[in-house]
């Protein structure tokens, strides 16, 4: 028996960009090519839904609609702003996407909805009933996003990017972003990220860890380099994660 098929309006909310897209929640596709509009740190929350209701409009979308916020959220409130403006602090998101669509919504951390997505079709799915052992997805990109797993069941709003490592937040030391700004070589980045695998190995003890963003595209010029008693997999859904994951939230109580 086949799954009934769900379609779902998913919404990635970045520091630079919004993409949307028809998800089927059934069996883990994208049913329209993402729509992107370009964005900065410091677009109002007005103009955030602004554009919103443009790509809900562009989508020709009436239907239920789930968003990944780049911060905590619980019960649909922005509790901290990562990368995006602080006039997100303490909005009710949840309430703003009803003045976009009359349906079901949902907002949740993004790093939680691309860890739902590689959990239930992408890189962890292998963990995902109740038997399943302990996952840490991690996004690595301007900062560092976590989502947290236990037999299949979501922590929401680790936000282990923000551990203090060197006397710092652990992002500044080894994101993504870093090794760019930093003119780091590979090697050099891989033995940050290594450095912060390890401690995060001390504190949740992960079985697997998922890592995602775009530089997961260059894992083979920094794998040799990482050294981990968890097993180290690659996000496997790329960009559509986040997206997909957003969708799946109207569905997973959070």
């Not at 905590?72 to 009803?98: D, M």
């Amino acid at each position: 028996m086949t799954n009934r098929p769900r379609h779902i309006l998913g919404i990635d909310f970045g520091g630079s960009s919004l993409k949307a897209a028809i998800a089927d929640t059934s069996q883990g596709l994208l049913l329209s090519e993402p729509v992107r509009r370009e964005t900065s740190i410091d677009i109002t929350p007005e103009d955030t839904v602004a554009t919103i209701r443009e790509m809900v409009n562009d989508l020709n979308w009436r239907g239920p609609v789930g968003l990944g916020y780049p911060g905590v959220v619980k019960r649909g409130i922005c509790l901290s702003a990562a990368n995006v403006s602080k006039q997100w602090i303490g909005l009710n998101a949840q309430e703003l996407l009803h003045g976009v669509v009359d349906d079901r919504v949902a907002v949740i951390n993004d790093a939680d909805a691309a860890g739902l997505a590689e959990l239930k079709f992408g890189a962890a799915r292998s963990e995902a009933g109740p038997d399943g052992r302990v996952v840490l997805m991690l996004t690595l990109g301007t900062g560092i996003g976590s989502a947290f797993f236990y037999r299949g069941q979501l922590f929401p709003n680790t936000e282990f990017g923000h551990i203090e490592l060197l006397g710092g937040d652990a992002e500044h030391y080894a994101a993504a972003s870093v090794r760019v700004r930093q003119s780091l070589d590979w090697k050099e980045w891989a033995s940050r990220l290594n450095r912060y695998l390890q401690e995060m190995e001390k504190l949740v003890s992960p079985d697997l860890i998922v890592l995602g963003g775009g530089i997961s595209e260059n894992f083979d010029k920094y794998q040799s380099y990482l050294s981990t008693r968890a097993t180290i997999a690659v996000a496997s859904l790329g960009n559509a994660a986040g997206i997909l994951g957003a969708a799946l939230a109207v569905d997973t109580p959070v």
